[in-house]
């Protein structure tokens, strides 16, 4: 009796460790009702901890839209050059932004300026 309790309360500690991280990485993903999107390497994205080519983020930003109410998305522009934003990648994101009738914007620093094709 006393193995089952301790196997039980050590599983329901890790249960809520998983739930805590899984809210925490939840939580840096998403400011402001709008999705904070990452360039990496090469036309691909990390947000929330995952890497997604273009047709991923899509479906991606698309569930956040549904489930969180998301208004728009956020490109984070970083000031070294591996996460640069590219034009492709700035495309891929204003794409994603007109077909899913999101804001999109782009951050520079703390700055967020309207990002649109050019």
């Given at each position: ?17 998983g739930l ?36 991923e ?50 951050q ?11």
């Amino acid at each position: 009796m006393q193995g089952t309790f301790q196997t039980l309360r050590s599983l329901m500690a890790v249960t809520l460790a998983g739930l805590f991280m899984a809210v925490a990485v939840h939580a840096s993903e998403i400011k402001d009702s709008r999705a904070i999107v990452k360039p990496v390497n090469g036309d691909q994205f990390e947000i929330g901890g995952y890497t997604f080519g273009k047709a991923e983020l899509f479906g991606y930003i698309s569930d956040l839209k549904e489930t969180e109410k998301i208004t728009g998305i956020v490109l984070k522009n970083g000031k070294r050059d591996d996460n640069t934003a590219s034009d492709e990648q700035r495309h891929s994101i204003v794409s994603i932004g007109k077909t899913l009738q999101l804001e999109t914007f782009i951050q520079d620093g703390k700055e967020l300026t309207p990002l649109v094709d050019e």
